[in-house]
Each structure stands twice: as C-alpha cells, then as structure tokens.
C-alpha cells in the first residue's frame, strides 16, 4: 500500500509537470510561426491568450468535477484532452489548427490541474504536506524548462521544427496516461454531484483561506505571464540572439531559480513567503522596465532571477495556506478555484498586453505594464498581513 501511494505521488506530480510543459509547449514555436506562416502579432497575442482563457472556462464549468466522478477519472479526461490539442499542433498546417490545439490543451490543463495537486498533498510522504508544496512548485518549473529548453532545440536544429516538438511531448502524454490509469487509486472523494466551481459550496472558514490565498497565486501567475509572453522577444532584443536554443535557456532560467527557490524556502511560513515573494516580485518587475529601456542583459538577468524567487514564494505561500487549513474532502476544489483565479489573471494580462504593444512601441508596454504589476506584488504583499497565520504557522511547524 505504501509503494503504491509513493507511486501515486509521483505521478501525480509527472501530472503537473505536463500541465507546464503543455501550456508553455507553443512557446518557442511562435517565431517560427510569423515567420513562416506569416502569422501576424495579433494572432500570435491570441493564439497565447487562448489558452488561459479556456482554462480559466473550465476550472470555472467543471473546476468542482473531481468531487462528483473522482480525482483519477478527472486527470484522465484532463490528459486525454492534452493529447488531442498536442496532436492538432504535431498535425498543424495552419493557424486554425493551432487555436484548435490550444482549446483542447487549456480543457486538459484546467481539468487535470486541481486534482493532480490534491493528489500530491493526499500522498505526500509522511504526510509532510511542506515538502509536497515544495514538489508541486518544483514539478511545474521541470514542465516549463522542458517546453522551453526541449522545444528551442528541436526547433533549432531537428527537422520539421514546427512539429517535432510536439511529436515528443506527445509520446510522453500517452505513456503518462497508461501510468495514470494504472496507478492513481480508484478511490472517489464525492462532497457533490455539481461538477461546476462554485466557491460557496466551501464552508464559510474555508471560503475565506481560499479568498486570503488568490491574490498570491494570482500575482505569480501574472509575473510568470510577463516572463512566457515576452521573454523569447525580451531574449532576442536584448540578448541579440537569433538561436531559439540560447533563448529557451534564458527563458527557463526563471524556471530554474523558481524550482531552487521553491525547495530552498519551502519551510518558510506562508504568510511570510507571500510578504517576501511579493516585495521580490515587484522589484523583478521594475527592474524589468529598467532593463528595456537601456537594453542591459545584466539588469535582465537580475529582472529574471527576481522574477523567480518572487514567483516561487507567491505561488508555494498561496498553496501552502490552503493545504494546511482545508480538508482533503475540500481540497481539489479550492486548488481548482485558487487555478482558476490564477488563469484568469493570465489571460487579462496576457490580452492587456498584447493591446498595449499593437498600439503603442513594445518597450513602452513593458514599462507600463511592469509598473503596474510591481504595484499589484507590492498589494498583494501588503494583504499577507491582513488575514489571520497564526493557526496556518502552527500547521507548517507540525508538519
């Protein structure tokens, strides 16, 4: 039974690995995709946005579905989705494939997400639900560095680049898939036959951890949008580099300090770690601005390495809080809610700022967007400190 659970979570954690992996798959390929499908930046801004988008819809239509049919029915429909939208993109011969692709993989990522999650606090060893956390944030930066370090060298020197890619991560979701089915425990976790997310089904103490833990997870997801969205431009602006390999790594080395952040401080208090990674975040993002408008790949490099811890301690702290004060019965669905806050704050900044750079020059949307996202880290750091930790400190320490 023990083998079987360390199984589980581990497998549950190859989960949320393909969730990142998944949703940053695209990412190097759109380059490829303007220049040789002629692909205008409008439609590369909405080929990015869509994904977030219908995440966002479906944690929203069936964030709560893993109550009614289960956890490992749920992440199997959630990864048989991902295969259908990575399929669309290995076949794609047009952009209308690739908004296709982007539907199915946002209807996989938002449904697998939540329960693959509660699945790695559920069968944390020892029950040390710190280390879990610490694994969960871990888990999504190997996805991210995989999409992006993995995807730049095919694209830069395997055949077909705008497919093959693809072809690989495709491979890893079926074998992903078979493991899934064999091992995640066939236990149902039913609180409701309501598949749809609705946050006042959560008794009104958990309602409120939920409410206290979003503007963290909301916060890092937009400081890991700036870094998704305009990294690979921000690489080749700054960095001069027209090698997509070079510029994954750039990228993935916020993924890289994320991942080290995240294990270096997993044991910090969560109200702590939110009032840190918020102050970090900021600064990352004014420095950001910086960097932009004097072309500095020092100052990117101190932006990138800023952005990473600040990511990892909003997103670990705003996890944590909720795997220390809800019940395992409760707890898919307030993970699904805090993904769901975290997506829809994506989309809107992704869209805000792909408007800005089609109406103004793009230097100046990053100084104003990251001058606005810095205020927002500095709010959301401002909050840690408005809601009750004492019970959640506690909680942490006996872990």
């Not at 956890?71 to 011969?93: H, K, N, P």
């Not at 004014?286 to 020092?298: G, R, V």
């Not at 769901?340 to 989309?347: C, D, E, L, V």
Request: aromatic fraction near 8%.
């Amino acid at each position: 039974m023990r083998a079987r659970s360390g199984a589980a979570f581990w497998i549950a954690a190859c989960v949320i690995v393909q969730t990142l992996w998944t949703s940053a798959a695209p990412a190097m390929s759109y380059a490829w995709y303007a220049r040789v499908w002629h692909a205008s930046n409008a439609t590369i801004s909405a080929i990015f946005a869509a994904y977030p988008v219908v995440v966002a819809l479906t944690l929203f239509a069936l964030g709560g579905l893993s109550d009614a049919i289960g956890r490992r029915a749920t992440v199997l429909l959630g990864l048989a989705a991902s295969i259908v939208g990575v399929t669309a993109f290995a076949m794609a011969g047009s952009v209308g494939h690739l908004f296709v692709g982007r539907l199915f993989m946002g209807l996989g990522v938002g449904l697998a997400a939540g329960p693959a999650s509660a699945e790695l606090l559920d069968h944390a060893p020892a029950g040390d639900r710190a280390f879990a956390s610490a694994i969960n944030t871990a888990a999504q930066v190997s996805g991210l560095g995989a999409a992006t370090i993995v995807g730049g060298a095919l694209i830069q020197y395997a055949p077909d680049p705008a497919h093959r890619t693809f072809d690989v991560l495709l491979l890893l979701l079926v074998a992903l898939f078979v493991a899934c089915w064999r091992y995640l425990p066939r236990g149902r976790q039913c609180v409701s036959a309501d598949p749809g997310l609705r946050a006042a089904r959560l008794p009104p103490d958990m309602r409120a951890t939920v409410l206290s833990a979003a503007p963290s997870v909301m916060s890092a997801f937009v400081v890991g949008t700036v870094m998704l969205s305009l990294g690979a431009q921000i690489a080749r602006d700054l960095v001069r580099s027209q090698n997509m390999l070079i510029n994954g790594v750039v990228i993935a080395s916020f993924a890289t300090v994320w991942g080290a952040a995240s294990l270096l401080f997993k044991r910090l208090p969560s109200h702590l770690a939110i009032r840190a990674g918020g102050g970090i975040a900021a600064i990352s993002m004014l420095t950001l601005a910086f960097a932009a408008h004097i072309h500095s790949l020092a100052i990117l490099i101190v932006s990138v390495f800023a952005a990473g811890i600040g990511y990892a301690l909003l997103f670990m702290g705003g996890i944590a809080l909720v795997g220390n004060r809800i019940d395992h019965r409760h707890r898919a669905l307030s993970l699904s809610t805090l993904y769901f806050a975290g997506y829809a704050m994506q989309a809107i900044t992704a869209l805000a700022l792909g408007i800005a750079a089609s109406h103004i020059r793009l230097r100046d949307a990053v100084t104003f967007g990251a001058i606005a996202i810095a205020v927002a880290c500095v709010l959301t750091a401002a909050h840690a400190g408005t809601f009750d930790t004492r019970r959640g400190d506690r909680d942490e320490r006996t872990v």
